[in-house]
T-cell receptor, first 112, second 113 residues
Framework: GESVGLHLPTLSVQEGDNSIINCAYS??????FIWYKQESGKGPQFIID?????DKRQGQRVTVLLNKTVKHLSLQIAATQPGDSAVYFC???????????FGKGTTLSVSS | SAVISQKPSRDICQRGTSLTIQCQVD?????MFWYRQQPGQSLTLIAT?????????ESGFVIDKFPISRPNLTFSTLTVSNMSPEDSSIYLC??????????FGPGTRLTVL
């Protein structure tokens, strides 16, 4: 079936490094993508989103890149901090207002 | 973003019993969803909670096992019925805004013995 997946299950970085978390999606009709951060014992926290008519969007220390040609989504975190340690999920939305399809998740571990 | 609360935050239940999870939002929202997150896994949609009508269930989830209510635009419940250890999961409600954004509650951590 169509789903959103992730390339790597874990990513370990040093504090201060830049982190890149990747995601592949299979449905070319997906219109909207969201990155979530989930810390242990908490619900997913909205980080940043991007629509299919864009290829880049920047937030505070985070950037999401969308490559529709190869159906690839990435989350870049600048100057990674220990507080960024969490599981990161990408999710896609076929149509605004419908439910999200989630990828498997990447665990980001930041060491100081 | 909306502020979403869930009750209970966690519970330990006996096999064969049922648990009702509540989701409360601090503002009126059109879309509410219920997800399940099994240990170490990603999120899987259980159903869309429709206000004033029956919920829309995803493949593999049925109303008899997961009855859902949505009496108004700020509240929904999910019941996990006749529980077995396989139902041990985190249950999450989320709300959707008109432009597609979705925000999640803190989750209910259920352990079935």
């Amino acid at each position: 079936g169509e789903s959103v997946g992730l390339h790597l299950p874990t990513l370990s970085v040093q504090e201060g490094d830049n982190s890149i978390i990747n995601c592949a999606y299979s449905n070319s009709a997906s219109d909207y993508f969201i990155w979530y951060k989930q810390e242990s014992g908490k619900g997913p926290q909205f980080i940043i989103d991007i629509r299919s008519n864009m290829d880049k969007r920047q937030g505070q220390r985070v950037t999401v890149l969308l490559n529709k040609t190869v159906k690839h989504l990435s989350l870049q975190i600048a100057a990674t901090q220990p507080g960024d340690s969490a599981v990161y999920f990408c999710a896609e939305n076929i149509q605004a207002g419908t439910a999200l399809i989630f990828g498997k998740g990447t665990t980001l571990s930041v060491s100081s | 973003s909306a502020v979403i609360s869930q009750k209970p935050s966690r519970d330990i239940c006996q096999r064969g019993t049922s648990l009702t999870i509540q989701c409360q939002v601090d503002s009126q929202v059109t879309m509410m969803f219920w997800y399940r997150q099994q240990p170490g896994q990603s999120l899987t949609l259980i159903a869309t909670a429709n206000q004033g009508s029956e919920a829309t269930y995803e493949s593999g989830f049925v109303i008899d096992k997961f009855p859902i209510s949505r009496p108004n635009l700020t509240f929904s419940t999910l019941t996990v019925s006749n529980m077995s250890p396989e139902d041990s999961s985190i249950y999450l409600c989320s709300v959707g805004t008109g432009d597609g954004e979705q925000f999640f509650g803190p989750g209910t951590r259920l352990t079935v013995l």
